[in-house]
């Protein structure tokens, strides 16, 4: 049960955020889901044991391998989806608490808060680099397959 809210709660906070970035209304919902996917991702791997910085890792990549699938299917950019899909995996509360230490001069707290905020930072920079980094004409193949063209130019953008 615990999942089904965590998936509820994670596509209202994205979608709300899709609306705040004046998202296109068509394409709230998909804002919704792509982070979802990425926060149900980020939930599974910490409750199998893994730390916060690799379910960062594997939550960011599925995120933004899905935001290059739905800007192929729908026409649309791919940023389109990922950074409302991004909110979730945020370490808000890290940046919070980093900033709350220095001002009450607890450094070593604040150190600490800091690099764990930091590592998880890198772990979605690096999830949205290996996402990108798989080859294009993959998707443009799936856009061929979806729009039913020899030369996809919508593809061909994202």
């Known amino acids: 049960m615990n999942f089904i809210i ?7 906070a994205t979608t709300a955020f899709a609306i705040l970035f004046s998202a296109p209304k068509k394409e709230l919902l998909l804002c919704g889901i792509s982070g979802a996917i990425g926060w149900l991702f980020y939930y599974a791997f910490t409750a199998a044991g893994f730390g916060p910085v690799a379910a960062s890792l594997v939550g960011t990549l599925t995120l933004t391998i899905f935001s290059r699938t739905m800007a192929v299917v729908r026409l649309a950019p791919a940023t389109m989806y990922l950074l409302p899909g991004i909110f979730p995996l945020v370490p808000g509360a890290g940046i919070y608490y980093t900033a709350y230490y220095l001002i009450t001069e607890e450094g070593g707290n604040a150190s600490a808060k800091g690099l764990e905020t930091l590592e998880l930072a890198l772990a979605i920079t690096f999830g949205i680099i290996f996402g ?3 080859p294009q004409s993959l998707f443009q193949r799936l856009g061929r397959r979806l729009h039913g063209k020899r030369r996809c130019e919508s593809c061909d953008r994202t």
Not at 6 to 12: G, K
Request: without cysteine; proline residues 0%.
């Open 6 to 12: 965590q998936f509820a709660v994670a596509i209202i």
């Open 132 to 134: 990108f980094s798989i």
